[in-house]
T-cell receptor, first 113, second 113 residues
Framework: DGGITQSPKYLFRKEGQNVTLSCEQN?????MYWYRQDPGQGLRLIYY???????QKGDIAEGYSVSREKKESFPLTVTSAQKNPTAFYLC????????????FGQGTRLTVV | SQKIEQNSEALNIQEGKTATLTCNYT??????LQWYRQDPGRGPVFLLL?????KEKRKERLKVTFDTTLKQSLFHITASQPADSATYLC????????????FGSGTRLSIRP
């Protein structure tokens, strides 16, 4: 089935550790996005990529890093520099930016312990 | 800077009535506007996209309007059902880059039997 897959669904991290969240899509979409959602809040854009080997910072990129080595994959690393990483992370993809519907994964809930 | 506002208070509607949700935006004239539905612990699901030259768009029991003068979109669910209970998010292309998709904070809708 075509879609966008995030893994793991739940992730626990100790303070000071880096963790990487996986996002894979088989929809042949050029654009991919990472969002963070805090309880009762909307989605805030972390990073986005319109093409392989290129990505741009969103509104809250500090403490995060990404790569886009393959069209299908857009992993997000939450670094130790992110002071409050506990949140729900959502990955999305679409054909082209804000003019096209976005398809979302099921999310990864990250908790710092 | 670009700002998207949705009613942060939950909306409680009697089953069978029409639910109306509001999305206001400022400092911007987007060419497109999207609406998504999000259930707890899940990724958002696309519902409708409306273009600036379209005043209204319908899909089954859903209707979206787009008033570029008022800088406002209204989202209507007619003959509402308890299964319509969810959080509804509006989204716009980014002001600085149309490659971005920026979301409002969402409005939680509850339909009581």
């Amino acid at each position: 089935d075509g879609g966008i897959t995030q893994s793991p669904k739940y992730l626990f991290r100790k303070e000071g550790q880096n963790v990487t969240l996986s996002c894979e899509q088989n929809l042949n979409h050029d654009a991919m996005y990472w969002y963070r959602q805090d309880p009762g809040q909307g989605l805030r854009l972390i990073y986005y990529s319109q093409i392989v080997n290129d990505f741009q910072k969103g509104d809250i990129a500090e403490g995060y890093s990404v790569s886009r080595e393959k069209k299908e994959s857009f992993p997000l690393t939450v670094t130790s520099a992110q002071k409050n990483p506990t949140a729900f992370y959502l990955c999305a993809s679409n054909v082209q930016g804000g003019r096209a519907e976005a398809f979302f994964g099921q999310g990864t809930r990250l908790t710092v312990v | 800077s670009q700002k998207i506002e949705q009613n942060s208070e939950a909306l409680n509607i009697q089953e069978g009535k029409t639910a109306t949700l509001t999305c206001n935006y400022t400092n911007y004239s987007p060419a497109y506007l999207q609406w998504y539905r999000q259930d707890p612990g899940r990724g958002p699901v696309f519902l409708l996209l409306i273009r600036e030259n379209e005043k209204e768009k319908r899909k089954e029991r859903l209707k979206v309007t787009f008033d570029t003068t008022l800088k406002q979109s209204l989202f209507h669910i007619t003959a509402s059902q308890p299964a319509d209970s969810a959080t509804y998010l509006c989204a716009l292309p980014g002001y600085s880059s149309a490659s971005k998709i920026i979301f409002g904070s969402g409005t939680r809708l509850s339909i009581r039997p």
